[in-house]
């Protein structure tokens, strides 16, 4: 008998985490520049405070902008040129706007683009960085589930989690080590040019090993490549099972795209809810804005560098390495549940000792910390950050890369992570204008946006329970069952919610 080859299904995913890697380290590599945007391209201006706190949100921001019109195009995309080809395309671009967003000047400064006057061109190269985010997150954990065996398919994508927290634990050191050593006045003249400019690394890695690796067996039957999608079958699953599987892959492509609605509205809206409650929880103004948080509670900027890097960094590692192990296990309800109310529970606590003054709001102070309640507001962030990283960080990818059928895959996962980067950028814009709004700091001590997130946190729970269905151990082409059990064209909106 023949068995499939483990070593290559886990080799190809590697390849493809590589799209999460670039998704983790943008993320976090903005957290170590946000003071030198504000400081470069901002105060020149001389805004009003709340005009100045909009715009230095927006252009820390704005590439989740271009992360929702990556996941848009990246649909049409996985179907033109293929997951890898897609893959291979975010990998160039993102390698170009990591290079320009830290030298906006190059050949632009010959058109006056120098000083603040080169934001619009910054803004451009960010917005571009975006794209390929959005892209890439979109066609990675695509990549993986299609090419993964149902019995570790939700291990599997869970990698792509796992690069994503790589990514941002390495420029978190990234950061630090650029910094490391440097007056403030460094990070804002050299130090963040060369935090942006490092994220053409890791896209070099990608170009690199996309250029290596196959297309997935589905795309080869989407495009009547039936000999070798049955060729790679043979490798990935066993010569055994793969004419099996190749036939259930084209019963589900008789028609090799249908209409987005084909399986009722439910399965569109449990998609979008997933990623919409992913950033509501306020994951992405922790992971931003983490030193920011740090010096709220009393650290100095370098120790806020240093906690952001080991306390934020290492928990994330650790606690998707947990969801890594059970999500085939125990499920993937369960552990989206149990990881909301986790992090409710923290951004109450974290609120709670803002809103109490028991935590600075200040800055740095004299001696260090603020007090001992900051330890406790530490502690409360890391409750968080273990909450998110064992359940909504790797089971939305399990999730958004196999409940949708074969027919509308790209195009459903695209208007759902499209929406995850709409609410990315929703959070990312408010956040320092919650932060920094002198009514709200009056009155709540900078606890309002946390007790906003744990709101949030308790929503994204009720819907799980009620709405999201088990997939857990169930083919890609057999979850399409849950959506519509029979060959009509009508589901039943209640048919998910009862598995």
């Not at 706190?53 to 033109?80: E, K």
């Not at 395309?89 to 830290?102: C, E, N, Q, R, T």
């Not at 080869?220 to 070798?228: A, H, I, M, S």
């Not at 695209?414 to 408010?430: E, K, R, Y």
Request: net charge positive; proline share 4%.
């Amino acid at each position: 008998m023949s068995r499939g080859n483990t070593g290559l299904v886990v080799a190809l995913t590697a390849a493809a985490t590589l799209g999460g890697l670039l998704f983790g380290y943008d993320t976090a590599v903005i957290s170590g520049v946000t003071g030198a945007i504000t400081h470069n391209f901002v105060a020149p201006l001389h805004l009003s405070a709340a005009d100045a706190n909009f715009l230095s949100g927006f252009a820390i921001s704005i590439a989740l902008i271009g992360c929702a019109i990556g996941a848009a195009l990246a649909g049409p995309i996985s179907t033109r040129i293929g997951r890898k080809g897609g893959l291979l395309l975010a990998g160039v671009v993102f390698f170009i706007s990591s290079l320009g967003a830290g030298y906006p000047e190059f050949l632009w400064g010959l058109l006056g683009a120098t000083g603040y006057r080169a934001l619009p061109v910054f803004l451009g190269y960010r917005t571009l960085a975006g794209v390929a985010i959005g892209m890439a997150s979109m066609l990675a954990p695509m990549y993986i589930a299609e090419v993964a065996p149902p019995s570790t398919r939700g291990m599997l994508v869970t990698f792509q989690q796992i690069a994503i927290v790589v990514g941002i634990n390495l420029v978190y050191f990234v950061n630090w080590l650029i910094q490391s050593g440097h007056s403030q006045a460094y990070l804002m003249a050299s130090a963040w040019r060369y935090m942006l400019a490092s994220a053409a690394i890791p896209a070099a890695l990608l170009i690199l090993f996309m250029l290596m690796v196959p297309e997935t067996p589905r795309y080869l039957v989407l495009k009547d490549r039936d000999p070798e999608a049955l060729r790679l079958l043979e490798r990935l699953n066993g010569v055994d099972g793969a004419a099996a599987t190749l036939r259930e892959i084209k019963a589900t492509l008789v028609q090799h795209t249908r209409p987005l609605l084909s399986f009722g509205t439910l399965v569109l809206v449990v998609g979008i809810m997933l990623s919409v409650f992913q950033q509501l929880v306020g994951i992405n103004a922790v992971l931003y804005y983490a030193p920011h948080m740090f010096e709220n509670m009393g650290a100095s900027a370098n120790q806020a560098l240093w906690e952001s890097a080991t306390f934020v960094g290492v928990t994330m590692t650790v606690f998707t390495l947990v969801a890594t192990f059970t999500v085939d296990r125990l499920g993937r309800k369960p552990l989206l549940i149990a990881g909301a109310l986790v992090m409710a529970a923290a951004m109450i606590v974290i609120g709670l000792l803002f809103d109490l003054h028991l935590v600075s709001a200040a800055g740095p102070v004299a001696g260090g910390r603020a007090g001992g309640a900051s330890y406790l507001a530490v502690g409360a962030v890391m409750l968080y950050i273990m909450g998110f990283s064992f359940s909504w960080g790797p089971v939305v990818w399990v999730m958004l890369a196999e409940i949708y059928p074969n027919s509308i895959r790209g195009k459903a996962m695209s208007v759902a992570i499209g929406a995850q980067w709409i609410m990315n950028f929703i959070v990312s814009l408010t956040f320092p204008m919650l932060d920094g709004s002198a009514y709200l700091n009056r009155h709540f001590n900078h606890g309002f946006a946390y007790w906003l997130y744990s709101a949030g946190a308790i929503l994204a729970a009720l819907f799980v329970l009620r709405f999201v269905p088990e997939t857990k151990g169930r083919t890609l082409e057999s979850i399409q069952e849950l959506w519509h059990p029979t060959s009509g064209a009508e589901t039943s909106a209640s048919q998910p919610a009862a598995s």
